[in-house]
Structure formats: structure tokens, C-alpha cells
């Protein structure tokens, strides 16, 4: 029988102090261990050591879910200094199934949950209703079932307790610094505090169902863009019901040969950074659960409980940014930041600093050349970012960007871990010129999605 998940802030920081304290421990008995023996053998205990602590995060991190679930899908999407080099792609592979297969709660629960907020047996409310999950987010599970008129949906449900389990994660933010710290050095306030409050307005699946409903009609006519039909009539603020959506999962369009990859990766790229300058909304959470691949060469974009919506102001400022940066007009790039506030200590930061750190952390996507993502190349973006170990950006670490463009830096980061772990090829620059300068689309696909602009308009 699937344990509750803890609610208690006592509970939930129990388990976060059990784990650093195991991963302490495991990490000197390794060294230990490792005295004395030849290479191969110190091989095989550092790739057992790096592999017990990924299961046992797999573990910590879902069974409490909420906040420090999230965490864990952002480890798994960058390779981030916390293991070897040669040992990271099997780590993050542990750490993966996070994304859809976190530890399932029984279904007896989640059906009182569905039951209680639909008023209705279930038997009333579905035709058919299969009891095992499909997949598995950080605050909820999803189920496949049929409506009484034959119509296939996906059913997501929150875990019980998931809202006083969020505020307890909350509470307990001291003792995840304390966990991250080890894993992710530099791992800002200013992002943890992100991460807190989106996570809190992903638990009304209510307004999810709202949003999704409006981009799905958004894209119901797109070449290669598909979003599921909600059905906000059906949903509440525990229980979202959705058109089920069938299709290739992360991992088999991971296997694809490199040409279908790397379309798969654009359309991704568009879908998640394009439509901030197209729409001023976007989807703030890029990740491999929430793409499939449908049978008629279709990216199905999924979860819309971080969603954003920005002023012209703010997209205006945000492209006027990455056109500085990416003409190589350091000064220019330094006034925009001061004259946002971004640059509060003047002093302690030279224009030239300015622009290598912007330049360092979305380089991928404002060097005209073809790049080929990987996790590493994904993971140094986002480190030079965040990471108070590089002193040559010590002045710019120390400055506080707006919460509205750190939702979309952490859009931009999360895109290219997601770019990273698909291994895709492009050349980004060209593609982001169409939204950052106006220029006509270089490939089949932004021609595509011009001509269906084009023909929406009046």
C-alpha cells in the first residue's frame, strides 16, 4: 500500500535532514573504502556510490513531491557538478524518473479526491476510469479514462495533503538550501524563491484548466504544435480533466536519428521561447514529461500550471537585451541593465563583466553557428548563472534581476537542459532572430509557422 505523502513541516524536514546526513556518511565511507584499491575498483565504488545517491534522492525527493520533487527534476536536467563527469549520464538517468514515474500514492486515495470534489461516485462520473496512473508531476498523478460520450482523457489528480505539504516545504527552505548546497553550489535565494511561489500557483488546476483551454485553441490549426483540449467545466481545484493525448515519450523521440531529433528540438524551442515574443505568454516549465510525439509528426506540449504572461514593456526589454549582447555592444547591454535596476552596485561591475556573464550564460543561443546541445554545454549556461565560484563574474552575482526576467531566464535555462538532454542540433541564433530582430524564417518550420501566422491574421 502507497504511503501518504508527509504534511507536517516535523515530518517532511525529518526526511531532508535523514538524507543529508546519509549522504555525508555515504560520501566518507566511500572514501575510505577507496584507500588502497586499484583504479578499477575505486571506479566501481564511485559509479556504486553515485548511483545509491541518486535512488536515494529518487526516493526522498518523491515521496515528500511538492518543492523538493521539483528540485529533483531540475537536477536531472543539468549536469551539474555533483558527480564525476563519467558518471553523470547514469545519475541523471536514476534521477529522471521524476518526471513521470515518481512513487505512486494508492488509488484508493486519489479516487476519494476525484470523488469528493466532483460530488459523484466515479462510476457516475466516467464511463471507464483505469486505476493505474499514466504518469506521475510533482504535485499530482495522471489517470487515463473515457467520458460517457467515448471522448478519451487524461485525468490529473492532486496527491492528498499536497497544499499543506508545499507549505511545509516552505518552512523547511533553510534545510534545502542545507541539501543543495552539496549538489548545486550557488543555488541562489532569488531562484529557490522562484521555484516556491510557482509551485504554489501550479496548485490551482482550475485556472490550468482555463489556460490550457486557451492554447489549445490557440493551436488547433498549427502545422507541428499541438496542445490538448481542457475541459474547465469537468476540472476543479484538485482534479484537471484533459483530452488524452497519445504519443512518443522523451526517451523514444531520444532514440530517433539525429534528422527527427533536431526537428523535435526546434519545434521545442519555438514553442517555449518563441512564444513569449509572439504571444507575450509562455509556458514556464520546459521539461522531457511534458513532450510527446504524436503519430502524425506532432509535439504535443502538455502542463500548463506555470504559465506567464508578460507587458510589451517587459518583452521590448528582454529582446533589446539579447540584441546588445549578441552585436557584441557591451555598453549599451550595461545601461539597459542599470537603467532596469539590475545593476544596483555600479562599482562592482564593469560593462565588459556585464556582457561575458550574459554572454556566458544564453551564448547557445546568441552565437550565430550551429551548435550541437548536450547536458554539459546545457549545464554551463546555466552554472555561469548561478555558480559563485566563478570570480570573474563575482560583481554580477551579487546583482538582483526582476522577478519577471528571472521567470524567463529560468525558461531559457530549462529549454536548453531540455534541448540538452534531446542532443539536438541547430543553429538557435538564426531561429531566435525571427522574434529578437524580425527577420524571415531560415528553416521549413519557422516558414511553416509563418504561413500560419499569416493566414491568421484578418
Not at 558527480?83 to 529522471?96: I, K, Y
Request: charged letters at 25%; hydrophobic letters at 40%; aromatic letters at 8%.
Amino acid at each position: 500500500m502507497a504511503k501518504p505523502v508527509p504534511t507536517s513541516r516535523f515530518a517532511r524536514g525529518s526526511k531532508l535532514g535523514a538524507a543529508v546526513a546519509a549522504q555525508a556518511m555515504r560520501k566518507r565511507r566511500t572514501r575510505i573504502a577507496m584507500l588502497g584499491r586499484s583504479a578499477a575498483v575505486r571506479e566501481r565504488l564511485a559509479d556504486e556510490s553515485v548511483l545509491r545517491m541518486a535512488q536515494e534522492l529518487v526516493g526522498v525527493f518523491g515521496e515528500l513531491k511538492g518543492l523538493t520533487m521539483k528540485l529533483g527534476q531540475l537536477l536531472s536536467l543539468l549536469d551539474v557538478d555533483l558527480v564525476p563527469p563519467e558518471q553523470r549520464e547514469a545519475f541523471q538517468r536514476t534521477l529522471a524518473v521524476l518526471f513521470d514515474h515518481a512513487p505512486a500514492a494508492g488509488f484508493e486515495e486519489m479516487r476519494g479526491v476525484v470523488e469528493e470534489d466532483l460530488g459523484k461516485p466515479l462510476a457516475e462520473l466516467f464511463a471507464e476510469f483505469e486505476p493505474e496512473p499514466i504518469a506521475a508531476a510533482s504535485i499530482g498523478q495522471v489517470y487515463r479514462a473515457r467520458l460517457f460520450d467515448g471522448t478519451r482523457v487524461a485525468v490529473k489528480v492532486q496527491y492528498p495533503g499536497i497544499d499543506q505539504a508545499v507549505r511545509a516545504d516552505l518552512r523547511n527552505l533553510g534545510l534545502l538550501r542545507v541539501m543543495l548546497r552539496p549538489l548545486l553550489p550557488g543555488f541562489t535565494t532569488s531562484l529557490l524563491e522562484e521555484l516556491r511561489s510557482s509551485l504554489s500557483k501550479e496548485l490551482d488546476y482550475v485556472e490550468e484548466a482555463r489556460t490550457q483551454q486557451e492554447v489549445s485553441r490557440r493551436y488547433a490549426d498549427h502545422p507541428f504544435i499541438a496542445v490538448p483540449q481542457a475541459f474547465p467545466d469537468s476540472s476543479t481545484a484538485r482534479v484537471l480533466v484533459t483530452e488524452y493525448a497519445p504519443g512518443l515519450d522523451f526517451d523514444a523521440i531520444r532514440a530517433l536519428p539525429d534528422a527527427e531529433r533536431n526537428r523535435v528540438g526546434e519545434i521545442i524551442y519555438r514553442y517555449y521561447m518563441g512564444s513569449l515574443h509572439e504571444f507575450a505568454e509562455f509556458c514556464g516549465d520546459p521539461h522531457p514529461g511534458n513532450v510527446l510525439l504524436r503519430a502524425d509528426g506532432k509535439v504535443v506540449f502538455l502542463d500548463f500550471g506555470l504559465y506567464k504572461r508578460m507587458s510589451a514593456e517587459h518583452i521590448a526589454f528582454e529582446a533589446e537585451c539579447q540584441r546588445a549582447t549578441a552585436e557584441d555592444r557591451a555598453d549599451d547591454l550595461y545601461r539597459l541593465m542599470a537603467e532596469r535596476g539590475v545593476i544596483s552596485d555600479a562599482d562592482s561591475v564593469t560593462p565588459r563583466a556585464c556582457y561575458e556573464y550574459f554572454l556566458a550564460a544564453g551564448e547557445w543561443c546568441l552565437i550565430d553557428e550551429e551548435l550541437a546541445l548536450d547536458p554539459e554545454l546545457a549545464c554551463g549556461a546555466f552554472l555561469h548563472a548561478i555558480d559563485p565560484r566563478l570570480s570573474e563574474f563575482e560583481g554580477m552575482h551579487r546583482q538582483l534581476l526582476p522577478p519577471e526576467h528571472l521567470f524567463t531566464r529560468r525558461t531559457d535555462f530549462w529549454t536548453c537542459g531540455t534541448l540538452g538532454q534531446l542532443r539536438a542540433t541547430a543553429n538557435w541564433h538564426r531561429i531566435a532572430r525571427e522574434w529578437i530582430y524580425g527577420d524571415p524564417p531560415v528553416t521549413e518550420l519557422g516558414r511553416l509557422h509563418r504561413d500560419w501566422r499569416l493566414a491568421r491574421q484578418p
